[in-house]
């Protein structure tokens, strides 16, 4: 119970109890004034009737004593007035026997009154003449006592409610700086930040409000300087400082983590050769300016794929990494580069190309170190060429298949439910399973076909919001037969920014309410880049946990993570696959962690393939991890 409640019930019982106090003392006392009343009233009563009937019984009329008792008898209340003639040994009585009216039988048999009695001799001289019996009627005691005490009890009742909201008032506003803290707390639980709580006049409460908000401000510089260091060290690790891009060691970690996945694509490497004239003509200044625009006009180039890699790896060359497959349409990427750098030179040079762009396209078994020889031999090409200065190679794999196939293959699997499911564990360093992740993929004509293959072709196409929730359905549909499993669910970039996917995902998962605390959702990092609020908003509205995955793999997005409130994060691959090489430095992946921590987040590290490293992962700020060191399962 909170401790508004306990008070506000402390101080309705005292009040309560001081009301059936002080009831109860004035009922007493009524009580017993009403019952002195009447005895007093039978006595005066009986006094006076014998005086007026001493002169009847004197000479005998016994008809004019009659008159005079009937005459009392009806003025007053009387239960009974009984005269005994001690001559003749007659007897005059009048009874009233009825229960007196306007007050309820269980008040009457209380038994508070019991009528009082009095008996007096009528004498004339030394003679006896008759014997007079007087006994009240306790029904005029129990009206008044009823009626007194009611309306003494509806004026205590408003009270009581009128106190009660009053009571409730007070409090409130007394113990608003309480519920500020309790809310502030909350708040720094989830390492949000806001604005400070007023000073409240108590003395105490302003120590205290004083104190939690000075911890606050606190803990927020701390956090941030902790995100800031991350930053810093991400930046002297991978950041080129010229162009703001990613240098050689970040284009290489990047492409090793989207190759693990099994995504294809193609890099591309764009020498600005004429970079060098620059510097010789106009200096280091013009050169690096130059050198910022291209990175900028890159970047924005680049946005339209969602997922890519950018990087500058030489004093005149920018590597990029993309998830297109076809020759054609990168050959027009290509030239679109070249034109897009050709509009920022104000003096060409004649005679030449100001850029060229060699590429090559991403085949399976491939690694980073041969993609980007086979690409500077196209760039070598590009540069020779006398038909453009753009050269694309590729190698046509038996299998391969171009992206309408692809499209072709994933509508007939999305109509006819035709995925594999599998599923790989999430195990903290005790060997407890958190969840596991879902994996999908599709067999088709004796081939298949993982993931990564497929979800280029669905983003592009504006597909992934239907396979998402596709996937989704599944998924449910298996905790619903297997009360053992926690699953998580990837979802794209492309349905993540769809009003429509939220509110058509928020009905699914109010029809499977039973199931939904062992669902979880792996929202992609890139999600965040663009409209923010279009991502946490609905999340935050589902009754689901959630985290976020290939965390800290963008630049610009690590410092900006501090709102969110995930339950994990999944740290992207780049980061972990080197831990068990010699020489690696872990300052920067610690420093990942614990900006992950800060978010109240628990640390999962993906792609582990070694026992080795899983035993570094557990001596950093690592709290999980899931790999091949714990392969995949089927599901159906």
Not at 347 to 356: A, E
Not at 500 to 529: I, K, M, N, T, Y
Not at 558 to 564: Q, S
Request: hydrophobic share 45%.
């Amino acid at each position: 119970m909170t401790l508004y409640r306990q008070l506000l019930v402390t101080m309705l019982l005292l009040f309560f109890l001081l009301f059936m106090t002080a009831y109860s003392v004035q009922f007493g006392s009524t009580r017993s004034y009403l019952a002195q009343q009447q005895e007093t009233t039978v006595i005066n009563t009986a006094t006076s009737l014998g005086l007026a009937l001493a002169p009847y019984l004197e000479t005998g009329d016994t008809l004019g004593a009659e008159s005079v008792i009937n005459a009392v008898f009806d003025g007053g209340f009387y239960r009974k007035v009984q005269l005994d003639l001690l001559a003749t040994g007659q007897q005059i009585s009048r009874e009233h026997l009825a229960p007196p009216l306007g007050v309820p039988d269980w008040f009457v048999n209380l038994g508070l009154f019991e009528g009082e009695k009095h008996e007096a001799v009528l004498t004339s001289g030394w003679l006896q003449l008759g014997q007079l019996h007087v006994e009240g009627h306790p029904g005029q005691a129990y009206y008044q006592l009823w009626q007194g005490m009611s309306r003494l009890a509806t004026w205590f009742l408003v009270c009581f409610v009128l106190v009660w909201g009053l009571l409730i008032l007070a409090l409130r506003y007394l113990l608003k700086p309480l519920h500020d803290i309790e809310v502030q707390a909350r708040e720094i639980e989830q390492h949000h930040f806001g604005k400070a709580i007023p000073l409240p006049n108590t003395r105490e409460l302003r120590e205290l409000v004083s104190a939690i908000n000075k911890m606050s401000g606190k803990l927020e510089v701390q956090f941030k300087e902790q995100a800031d260091e991350a930053e810093r060290l991400r930046n002297k690790a991978f950041l080129d400082e010229t162009s703001g891009l990613g240098n050689r060691a970040y284009f290489v970690s990047r492409s090793q983590s989207w190759l693990s996945d099994g995504a294809g694509g193609a890099v591309l490497l764009i020498a600005v050769d004429m970079l060098e004239q620059l510097y010789r003509d106009e200096g280091f200044d013009a050169r690096d300016q130059m050198v910022k625009a291209i990175a900028d006009h890159l970047h924005r180039l680049c946005r339209r794929f969602g997922e890519y890699a950018l990087a500058r790896i030489s004093a005149y060359e920018y590597a990029l990494l993309v998830p297109e497959s076809d020759a054609e349409r990168l050959s027009l990427l290509g030239d679109e580069i070249n034109r897009l750098i050709a509009d920022l030179v104000i003096n060409p040079v004649n005679g030449r190309d100001i850029s060229v762009v060699g590429g090559v396209l991403v085949q399976s078994g491939d690694d980073i170190g041969l993609l980007l020889t086979s690409a500077d031999n196209a760039l070598n090409k590009a540069r020779m060429s006398e038909t453009g200065a753009v050269v694309i190679e590729y190698q046509q794999e038996a299998n391969r298949i171009g992206r309408l196939a692809r499209k072709k293959i994933l509508e007939e699997a999305l109509a006819a439910d035709g995925f594999e499911l599998s599923s790989q564990a999430v195990l903290d360093f005790k060997g407890q399973r958190y969840h596991e992740e879902l994996y999908i993929g599709i067999r088709h004509d004796g081939i298949s076909y993982s993931a990564g293959q497929f979800l280029p072709v669905a983003e592009q196409f504006n597909m992934g919001e239907r396979l998402d929730l596709h996937i989704v359905q599944r998924a449910l549909r298996l905790l619903a037969e297997r009360p053992e499993l926690r699953l998580a669910v990837n979802l794209t970039a492309h349905s993540c920014h769809q009003a429509g996917f939220w509110q058509e995902l928020g009905l699914l998962l109010d029809r499977h309410v039973g199931v939904c605390s062992r669902l979880f959702l792996d929202v992609p990092e890139s999600a965040f880049a663009f409209g923010r609020q279009v991502v946490t908003v609905p999340l935050s509205s589902l009754n689901v946990a959630w985290g976020i995955d290939h965390f800290g793999r963008h630049f610009d997005l690590l410092t900006r993570m501090g709102g969110l409130a995930p339950h994990y994060v999944k740290l992207d691959h780049g980061y972990t696959s080197q831990v068990a090489q010699p020489g690696y430095d872990d300052a920067f992946l610690a420093a990942v962690c614990r900006a992950a921590h800060n978010m109240g987040a628990m640390t999962i590290a993906t792609r582990v393939e070694t026992d080795r490293q899983v035993d570094i992962l557990k001596t950093l700020h690592v709290d999980a991890y899931q790999g091949f060191v714990s392969p995949p399962t089927r599901l159906d």
